[in-house]
């Protein structure tokens, strides 16, 4: 009986602590907010202007904050409390949802209002992404990191599933994106609360000047972890040229031939099997070969962005999307728990934020990428050759961070 347990309670061994436990509903109500609120912009734009490069514009909206103000967001969450500045954050979240609905109301079908709001979202989303990262060690002691990573993850795509297929049945049957938008502010005042009551536990930080030697303290920190470095650059360049999601509307309406709907399944499908992965790694976790298992996985990425581009069958596209989002998820964990192990409590916001500008420059600068691609290439060419440029990068990033293809477990290193 207790040899049964012992590995169940392992599993979930994060939960036992009630800060992460409110931290992660928290986090599943503002991403469930972000899936249907982004499944709403995308139609409604698509809808406005019929064209994909307004697609491609939607992701650059929301990617461009990010870049300008990193070094600020980090330094703002190393300096302040995290949990307060992550309501601040929450709080953002609902003010442009609110405004997304009310120019739906009284903008008529003018794109620029929406635009405007995707850019302050981007701000919001530039502060709530390192603080929030940076926040987990304060609920978790550090050997349960990668098992929180791996839980984080899979509330992460559990949202990722829900939101998708909620935002696009909502959109249907609301019959246009205003109901969505209320949803999805109701979902970040609920995300709101849930911050308020955590109870975050954190030694004392120096409170360092905000001068450019701080500011950019947690580049000098990367560029010196080259497993680190290797990890996150490979990422930034596997998704930016593989990501596919900003094309998900056109493929459903114009390929699968199928509505808001099917664009939310579509949405949902690397969400499941991310989720199904990252469940996986929580009660089985990396112990050997993360390295050259970080790179099989990418590589798996690019082909069945491949499979993905080249299907003109729902239930295929469905399931290369699946599998796309669990090979994903392998270097999503990789990623985080190297991070979080790797990075004093001191500097975890500025690298979060480094970190942070990486991911956005893979989801939303790789958004913008496959939006101009399609516009001058194609929708299909655009995204088989962005399959086949993730393989060369992971075989040319194989070759160029060689400690990343040798690293073999998710350990501190102190090189």
Known sequence: MSTTQEPLAAGHAAFSYPGFRLYQVARFCIVLSSEMQSVAVGWQVYEMTRRPL???????????????LFLLAGHAADRF???KLLSLCYAGYAVCSALLLYVTFHRGHSVAPIFAILILLGVVRCFSGPTSRALIPQLVPEHTFQNAVAWGSTVFRGATILGPAVGGLAYVFFRGAAGVYLLALIAAVLALFMTLQINSESKPRKREPLDLKTALAGLRYIWKKKIILGSISLDLFAVFLGGAVALLPVYAREILHTGPWGLGLLRSAPGVGAGAMALLLAYKPLRKRVGATMLWCVAAFGIF???FGLSHSLPLSLAALFLVGAADMVSVVIRGTLIQVQTPDEMRGRVNSVEMVFIGASNELGEFESGMAAHFFGTVPAVVLGGIGTLLVTVLWAWTFPDLRRADTLAKTDD
């Open 81 to 83: 409390n995290r949990r």
């Open 305 to 307: 962005t491949v499979v």
């Open 54 to 68: 307004y697609l491609g514009l939607v992701g650059l909206a929301q990617f461009l904050p990010g870049v300008l």
